[in-house]
């Protein structure tokens, strides 16, 4: 494993976070796996120095995080673990969602409770919420942090304007500031190269990509693309702009590269983003012990600037796609 530190923080985490997205409870998505498997995947995450875990309350209904919390029983001081709060948790309850210092409140104590952990390392916000001045939401973030609920927080897809004025309103008022962004960026997803990554770059924020394999349209050929149970099932990866703009000329090339190297399109599509130096770790979500694997070993990739070049030849822009 490879390690490096989050952001300008001195916290250590793997080069590869785990996203916990893909356990909790299967009733939740069909392709989730339940509580058993989960615990074996983060079993063997750590095994391979896997240290770097991503989930949040929405997961499953919280389930992805009571089995975290339970699979890292004995684990906690070696385990960095990141959660995040925004999406109502209760329909019939408007003050369980949003960024309100109620809400946030409730809702990190409801993860903490779950994850059955005194302090999360990074509390993340899952998206902005133009309901509540952010001023409001930073001053709550900062008590959490005082409290000891929280030792650094991070923000999710947003504009950059939004996240900067963020980072502003934490300096100006003396609170402690966003040190990650989990943003949207895969091969066939870099809308975020315009603002976003060279605005982190230059703040010394932390980048931890979500859907680095574009949710699997990176890790088989295009005509294959619902051969999977979340293939075949998942709205999402349908929804994201991934076959447009150059993505199924991407695919194709991800495909020739993986074959002439003699490794795995996932390992070549995660390559790409170890070479980028403004990301920090991408939040990998498998199902499977053998990816997870994959993942690890795609670390020792060598591309050559020919390559990275080649590969993102064919894109174009597309619509922005991950938050509003
Ligand atoms: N902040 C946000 O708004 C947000 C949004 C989405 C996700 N996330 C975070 O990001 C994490 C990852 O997201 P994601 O699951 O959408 O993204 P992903 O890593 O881009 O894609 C996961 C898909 O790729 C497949 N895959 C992974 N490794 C593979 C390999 N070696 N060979 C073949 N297929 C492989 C998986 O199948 P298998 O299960 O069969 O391995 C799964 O279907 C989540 O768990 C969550 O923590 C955050």
Redesign the pocket.
Known sequence: MQYTTLGDTGMTVSKICL????FGDPAWRD?VLGEEEGKELVERALELGVTFF???NM?SNGESERVLGEALEGHRDEAVVAT?GYFRMDESNPNSGGLSRKAIETQLQASLDRLGMETVDLYQI?RWDDETPIRETMAALDDAIRRGQARYVGA??MWTHQFAEALHTSERRGLDRFVTM?N?Y?LVYREEEREMLPYCESRGVGVMP???????Y???PDDEIDA?L??ETEE?MYRHPYREGGGQEINARVAELADEKGV????IALAWLFHKEWVDTP??????V??LE??VEALDIDLSSSDVDWLEEPYEPVRVS?HD
């Open positions: 996203g916990c997205m893909s392709w991503d989930t949040a997961y995040k899952h999710s897809s989990q949207h895969n979500w859907s680095p394999l574009a949710r699997g990176l890790t088989r999977t979340r293939g999402h795995k399109m996932a390992q939040i990998v979500g498998t199902t499977s053998e990816h994959d993942a991950g």
